[in-house]
């Protein structure tokens, strides 16, 4: 497990691909576990644990995770992230480069929950919710380009379902309609930094994860001391 800042109240990981944030019905021991294990032997913790999960990443998806490591933090981070006051930048490797290198998508997600997935309208629908990102193009391999994606509302799959509708799939995203899988079972989206106000301490947090080993994301690797 790779932690990228520790301290009283907040710790955040660097999640792979195949680690899911909290458990569900496969069974898999979640990060969140993984975690708190780590903390009981780094800190000889007697007892349970605690530890607050204030927000998810798909399972497919790498990158940063915050946690909290007190009800106090666990309290004001929620209010954070539910209000917006978490800057959350992502990037992702995709089939095809966008016709407009950098620009806002608006579009209405329904999602339906027996399949799992989200499916985006222009213009509102039924149980549909606005969701709103801002992209733009930081490079071009020989077949894939590299965007760079921040979140103005969290929706569910919002990223991979937006980015499909404008003919850009998420390498590996075989829900999303790109056409191989990726070897680890993963998608090209990696939560590649995170920004906000400490809940106790009040000093900026700015985060950055480094980028999955593999070949796909070495091609793009020159743009981090860019970026």
Same mark, same amino acid.
């Given at each position: 497990?790779?932690?990228?800042?520790?301290?009283?109240?907040?710790?955040?990981?660097?999640?792979?691909?195949?680690?899911?944030?909290?458990?569900?019905?496969?069974?898999?021991?979640?990060?969140?576990?993984?975690?708190?294990?780590?903390?009981? @032997? %780094?800190?000889?913790?007697?007892?349970?644990?605690?530890?607050?999960?204030?927000?998810?990443?798909?399972?497919?998806?790498?990158?940063?995770?915050?946690?909290?490591?007190?009800?106090?933090?666990?309290?004001?981070?929620?209010?954070?992230?539910?209000?917006?006051?978490?800057?959350?930048?992502?990037?992702?490797?995709?089939?095809?480069?966008?016709?407009?290198?950098?620009?806002?998508?608006?579009?209405?997600?329904?999602? =339906?929950?027996?399949? =799992?997935?989200?499916?985006?309208?222009?213009?509102?629908?039924?149980?549909? %919710? %606005?969701?709103?990102?801002?992209?733009?193009?930081?490079?071009?391999?020989?077949?894939?380009?590299?965007? @760079?994606? =921040?979140?103005?509302?969290?929706?569910?799959?919002?990223?991979?379902?937006?980015?499909?509708?404008?003919?850009?799939?998420?390498?590996?995203?075989?829900?999303?309609?790109?056409?191989?899988?990726?070897?680890?079972?993963?998608?090209?989206?990696?939560?590649?930094?995170?920004?906000?106000?400490?809940?106790?301490?009040?000093?900026?947090?700015?985060?950055?994860?480094?980028?999955?080993?593999? =070949?796909?994301? %070495?091609?793009?690797?020159?743009?981090?001391?860019?970026?």
């Amino acid at each position: 497990m790779e932690v990228i800042y520790d301290d009283n109240h907040i710790i955040v990981v660097n999640k792979t691909v195949s680690e899911i944030v909290q458990g569900d019905k496969t069974g898999d021991e979640p990060l969140s576990e993984s975690v708190k294990r780590y903390l009981k @032997e %780094k800190y000889a913790k007697p007892g349970n644990v605690f530890l607050g999960v204030v927000h998810r990443l798909d399972r497919p998806v790498s990158g940063l995770v915050v946690f909290a490591k007190t009800s106090k933090a666990l309290t004001r981070l929620n209010e954070m992230f539910r209000n917006g006051e978490v800057e959350k930048t992502y990037w992702a490797v995709v089939r095809q480069r966008p016709e407009q290198e950098e620009g806002e998508l608006v579009h209405y997600l329904v999602r =339906n929950e027996k399949m =799992n997935k989200s499916f985006a309208y222009n213009k509102e629908v039924r149980n549909s %919710k %606005k969701a709103v990102l801002h992209y733009r193009l930081l490079g071009c391999s020989q077949n894939y380009s590299l965007l @760079e994606v =921040n979140l103005m509302t969290g929706r569910h799959h919002q990223i991979r379902c937006q980015l499909a509708k404008i003919g850009c799939p998420i390498k590996g995203d075989l829900k999303y309609g790109f056409p191989r899988s990726n070897p680890d079972g993963g998608i090209s989206l990696h939560a590649r930094r995170v920004r906000f106000i400490h809940p106790v301490s009040k000093k900026v947090i700015d985060l950055t994860a480094p980028l999955p080993s593999d =070949n796909v994301w %070495k091609c793009f690797q020159q743009f981090c001391s860019e970026k």
